[in-house]
Protein backbone atom coordinates (compact mmCIF):
# COMPACT_ATOMS: atom_id res chain seq x y z
CA UNK A 1 0.00 0.00 0.00
CA UNK A 2 1.23 3.15 -1.40
CA UNK A 3 2.16 5.77 1.48
CA UNK A 4 -0.34 8.44 0.33
CA UNK A 5 -3.05 5.49 0.47
CA UNK A 6 -2.06 4.99 3.99
CA UNK A 7 -2.32 8.80 5.07
CA UNK A 8 -6.04 9.12 3.33
CA UNK A 9 -7.11 6.05 5.21
CA UNK A 10 -5.92 7.78 8.74
CA UNK A 11 -7.66 10.87 7.86
CA UNK A 12 -10.47 9.27 7.37
CA UNK A 13 -10.51 7.48 10.41
CA UNK A 14 -9.77 10.45 12.13
CA UNK A 15 -12.58 12.18 10.84
CA UNK A 16 -14.94 9.21 12.12
CA UNK A 17 -13.27 8.99 15.14
CA UNK A 18 -14.47 13.26 15.76
CA UNK A 19 -17.77 12.84 14.20
CA UNK A 20 -18.57 9.93 16.27
CA UNK A 21 -19.15 9.84 20.19
CA UNK A 22 -18.67 6.35 20.37
CA UNK A 23 -16.86 3.40 19.27
CA UNK A 24 -16.52 -0.37 20.05
CA UNK A 25 -13.49 -2.25 18.96
CA UNK A 26 -14.52 -6.52 18.37
CA UNK A 27 -13.11 -9.07 17.08
CA UNK A 28 -14.95 -10.23 14.46
CA UNK A 29 -11.50 -13.27 12.69
CA UNK A 30 -13.69 -16.21 12.90
CA UNK A 31 -16.76 -14.83 11.18
CA UNK A 32 -17.43 -16.85 7.65
CA UNK A 33 -18.82 -14.96 4.65
CA UNK A 34 -22.33 -15.53 5.70
CA UNK A 35 -22.06 -14.57 8.92
CA UNK A 36 -19.62 -11.61 8.83
CA UNK A 37 -22.66 -10.15 6.06
CA UNK A 38 -25.25 -10.51 8.33
CA UNK A 39 -23.39 -8.78 10.66
CA UNK A 40 -23.05 -5.52 8.29
CA UNK A 41 -26.79 -5.77 7.58
CA UNK A 42 -27.86 -5.67 11.16
CA UNK A 43 -25.02 -2.93 11.52
CA UNK A 44 -26.64 -1.08 8.68
CA UNK A 45 -30.47 -1.00 10.43
CA UNK A 46 -29.53 0.16 13.91
CA UNK A 47 -27.02 3.32 12.30
CA UNK A 48 -23.81 1.27 13.07
CA UNK A 49 -20.85 1.76 10.93
CA UNK A 50 -18.61 -1.48 10.76
CA UNK A 51 -15.40 -1.02 9.50
CA UNK A 52 -12.13 -3.51 9.69
CA UNK A 53 -8.98 -1.70 9.31
CA UNK A 54 -5.19 -2.79 10.03
CA UNK A 55 -4.51 -2.15 13.60
CA UNK A 56 -1.22 0.49 12.80
CA UNK A 57 -3.71 2.28 10.56
CA UNK A 58 -5.85 2.63 13.52
CA UNK A 59 -3.01 3.49 16.08
CA UNK A 60 -1.97 5.83 13.87
CA UNK A 61 -5.28 7.76 13.30
CA UNK A 62 -5.91 7.80 17.37
CA UNK A 63 -2.55 9.32 17.40
CA UNK A 64 -3.63 12.04 15.38
CA UNK A 65 -6.92 13.11 17.22
CA UNK A 66 -6.55 15.22 20.34
CA UNK A 67 -7.89 13.01 22.75
CA UNK A 68 -5.44 10.23 24.64
CA UNK A 69 -6.64 6.91 23.43
CA UNK A 70 -3.30 5.14 24.59
CA UNK A 71 -5.68 2.53 26.98
CA UNK A 72 -7.16 0.72 23.75
CA UNK A 73 -3.63 0.59 22.40
CA UNK A 74 -3.20 -3.20 24.05
CA UNK A 75 -6.58 -4.15 22.06
CA UNK A 76 -5.26 -3.41 18.85
CA UNK A 77 -3.82 -7.06 18.09
CA UNK A 78 -5.27 -9.92 15.83
CA UNK A 79 -8.23 -8.95 13.77
CA UNK A 80 -10.12 -5.64 14.93
CA UNK A 81 -13.49 -4.45 13.17
CA UNK A 82 -14.59 -1.12 14.69
CA UNK A 83 -18.12 -0.11 15.20
CA UNK A 84 -18.68 3.51 15.00
CA UNK A 85 -21.93 4.80 16.78
CA UNK A 86 -23.71 7.69 18.30
CA UNK A 87 -25.94 5.62 20.32
CA UNK A 88 -24.64 4.99 23.56
CA UNK A 89 -25.51 0.83 24.05
CA UNK A 90 -26.82 -0.20 20.15
CA UNK A 91 -22.87 -1.76 19.40
CA UNK A 92 -23.17 -3.80 22.50
CA UNK A 93 -26.46 -4.98 22.15
CA UNK A 94 -26.15 -5.77 18.50
CA UNK A 95 -22.91 -8.14 19.98
CA UNK A 96 -24.64 -9.66 22.57
CA UNK A 97 -27.65 -10.36 20.45
CA UNK A 98 -25.55 -12.23 17.73
CA UNK A 99 -23.58 -14.44 19.69
CA UNK A 100 -26.53 -15.42 21.71
CA UNK A 101 -26.76 -17.95 18.79
CA UNK A 102 -23.96 -19.41 18.96
CA UNK A 103 -23.31 -23.14 19.33
CA UNK A 104 -21.69 -24.28 22.65
CA UNK A 105 -18.31 -24.74 22.22
CA UNK A 106 -18.15 -22.36 20.58
CA UNK A 107 -16.51 -18.98 20.78
CA UNK A 108 -18.98 -16.47 20.45
CA UNK A 109 -17.72 -14.05 17.62
CA UNK A 110 -17.75 -10.86 17.47
CA UNK A 111 -16.37 -10.58 20.69
CA UNK A 112 -15.90 -7.14 22.41
CA UNK A 113 -12.57 -6.32 22.72
CA UNK A 114 -12.54 -2.67 23.92
CA UNK A 115 -14.64 0.57 23.99
CA UNK A 116 -15.06 4.34 24.18
CA UNK A 117 -18.14 5.14 25.33
CA UNK A 118 -19.20 8.55 26.48
CA UNK A 119 -15.40 9.74 27.26
CA UNK A 120 -14.60 6.55 29.32
CA UNK A 121 -12.88 3.19 28.30
CA UNK A 122 -13.56 -0.63 28.57
CA UNK A 123 -11.03 -3.20 28.27
CA UNK A 124 -12.35 -6.45 27.99
CA UNK A 125 -15.49 -8.64 27.20
CA UNK A 126 -16.20 -8.60 30.62
CA UNK A 127 -18.00 -5.12 29.94
CA UNK A 128 -20.45 -6.21 27.39
CA UNK A 129 -23.60 -6.65 29.92
CA UNK A 130 -22.27 -2.88 31.51
CA UNK A 131 -22.35 -1.08 28.05
CA UNK A 132 -25.67 -3.05 27.33
CA UNK A 133 -27.23 -1.58 30.35
CA UNK A 134 -25.61 2.11 30.01
CA UNK A 135 -28.24 4.94 28.86
CA UNK A 136 -27.70 7.70 26.49
CA UNK A 137 -27.49 11.53 27.70
CA UNK A 138 -31.48 11.65 26.72
CA UNK A 139 -32.71 8.88 28.19
CA UNK A 140 -30.97 9.50 31.32
CA UNK A 141 -32.59 13.28 30.54
CA UNK A 142 -36.23 11.43 29.99
CA UNK A 143 -35.79 9.37 33.57
CA UNK A 144 -35.00 12.67 35.01
CA UNK A 145 -37.82 14.49 33.42
CA UNK A 146 -40.46 12.16 34.31
CA UNK A 147 -38.98 11.55 38.04
CA UNK A 148 -39.81 15.22 38.78
CA UNK A 149 -42.94 14.91 37.24
CA UNK A 150 -44.17 12.32 39.40
CA UNK A 151 -44.88 14.33 42.03
CA UNK A 152 -46.38 16.74 40.39
CA UNK A 153 -48.68 14.27 38.94
CA UNK A 154 -49.48 13.24 42.41
CA UNK A 155 -51.05 16.00 43.66
CA UNK A 156 -52.88 17.12 40.79
CA UNK A 157 -54.54 13.08 41.05
CA UNK A 158 -54.97 13.94 44.56
CA UNK A 159 -56.82 17.34 44.28
CA UNK A 160 -58.61 16.47 41.06
CA UNK A 161 -59.50 12.98 43.33
CA UNK A 162 -60.66 14.84 46.49
CA UNK A 163 -62.72 17.26 44.85
CA UNK A 164 -64.73 14.59 43.29
CA UNK A 165 -65.40 13.08 46.88
CA UNK A 166 -66.35 16.70 48.08
CA UNK A 167 -68.62 16.87 45.07
CA UNK A 168 -70.37 13.76 45.80
CA UNK A 169 -71.09 14.60 49.81
CA UNK A 170 -71.93 17.59 48.87
CA UNK A 171 -74.15 16.56 46.05
CA UNK A 172 -75.62 13.55 49.17
CA UNK A 173 -76.17 16.25 51.92
CA UNK A 174 -78.10 17.92 49.35
CA UNK A 175 -80.57 14.97 48.49
CA UNK A 176 -81.69 14.69 51.61
Not at 56 to 69: H, Q, R
Amino acid sequence: MKKEDKGLIIKQLSDKLTSYDNFYLTDAETLDAAKTSALRRACSKQDIELIVVKNTLFKKALESVGTDYSALYGSLVGNTAIMFSNAVNAPARLIKDFTKNVRKGEAGKPQLKAAYVQESFYIGAEYLDALVSLKSKDELVADLVALLQSPVKNVMSALQSGGQAIQGILKTLEER
